[in-house]
C-alpha cells in the first residue's frame, strides 16, 4: 500500500469515524497528499475490539480499507479495543509517523466519547501542539440509520451439510467458515449477515432462519 514519495517532510493524517462523512475526508486528504507528494496515513479509533462492533460500523471499515487501497493511502491504521482517550491516541499516531498535518470532519466531534467533557477540536489542540490541522466542514443532515439493525456480533461458523450451508455457533469438523454473525434485531430466528475470510478476503453473506441465503451472492472485499 502506498508508493514511495518525493516530500518526506510532511505527511499527511486523515481521521475518520463511522458515517457516510468518512470518504469524503479520505479522498480530501489523499487530494492534499497527491499534491504534496506526501505519505497520507488514515486512522479510526474505537474503544471496542472488532469483535465487538455491530455490522454497520464493521461495514464502515471494510469499506474505508478497500478506498485506503484504491487510493494507494501509506497505511490504514485501526485502534480498536482502546481504554485511552481518543486524542491522546492520535497524537501517538502522529509522533509515531511524523505527521505534520491532520484532517477532521467538523461534525465528527460529536461523535467522539470526549465532546462529553468539552470540545474535542480544543482537546486536540491541547494535546497535538506539533501539526496543522484542517477542519472539514460535514452535513449534519447526512446521515446513516442502520445502527440498532443488528444486534452484537457473535462468532459462529459456516457448516455444509450436504444441502448448502447452515450457521452454528460451536465449533464442529463440518465447519467450512468461522466468522461474526450479525443477528437482525426484533426476530426469534438467526436472520442476519455473517463475515468471515476467505483466501484473504473479507466476505459476508446473507442468513435467513439459520441458512446461508444464495451462495452465489457472497460479496467480497480485499483484506490489506
Known amino acids: 500500500m ?18 457516510p462523512n468518512g470518504e469524503r475526508l479520505i479522498r480530501r486528504g489523499h487530494q492534499m497528499a497527491s499534491a504534496m507528494d506526501c505519505p497520507l496515513y488514515i486512522l479510526t479509533v474505537d474503544p471496542r475490539p ?7 460500523k464493521s ?12 487510493l ?33 470532519g467538523q461534525t465528527a466531534q ?7 467533557k468539552g470540545s474535542f477540536m480544543n482537546v486536540l489542540l491541547r494535546e497535538i501542539t506539533f501539526v496543522d490541522f484542517h477542519v472539514v466542514s460535514v452535513a449534519r443532515s447526512i446521515k446513516h440509520d442502520v ?8 462468532r459462529a461458523y459456516l457448516t455444509d451439510d450436504g444441502e448448502g450451508f447452515r450457521i452454528t455457533f460451536n465449533y464442529t469438523k463440518d465447519a ?3 466468522g461474526i454473525f450479525f443477528k437482525e434485531t426484533g426476530t426469534d430466528f438467526n436472520n442476519g449477515i455473517f463475515k468471515f475470510m476467505h483466501d484473504g478476503k473479507m466476505c459476508q453473506v446473507r442468513i ?7 451462495p452465489s451472492l457472497v460479496s467480497c472485499k480485499i483484506d490489506v
Open 2 to 19: 502506498g508508493k514511495v514519495k518525493g516530500r518526506m517532510d510532511e505527511s499527511i493524517l486523515v481521521c475518520v469515524y463511522y458515517g
Open 50 to 56: 472488532l469483535d465487538d462492533m455491530d455490522a454497520d
Open 72 to 104: 494507494e493511502a501509506d497505511e490504514f491504521i485501526v485502534r480498536d479495543n482502546e481504554s485511552r482517550p481518543t486524542a491522546k491516541v492520535i497524537k501517538q499516531v502522529a509522533h509515531d509517523r511524523n505527521v505534520t498535518q491532520i484532517i477532521i
Open 147 to 154: 445502527e440498532g439493525l443488528f444486534e452484537k456480533g457473535l
Open 176 to 178: 467450512r467458515f468461522e
Open 208 to 214: 435467513t432462519d439459520d441458512r446461508v441465503e444464495d
Open 59 to 70: 461495514d464502515y471499515i471494510d469499506r474505508w480499507r478497500e478506498l485506503a487501497d484504491q
Open 110 to 116: 460529536s461523535r467522539w466519547e470526549e465532546i462529553t
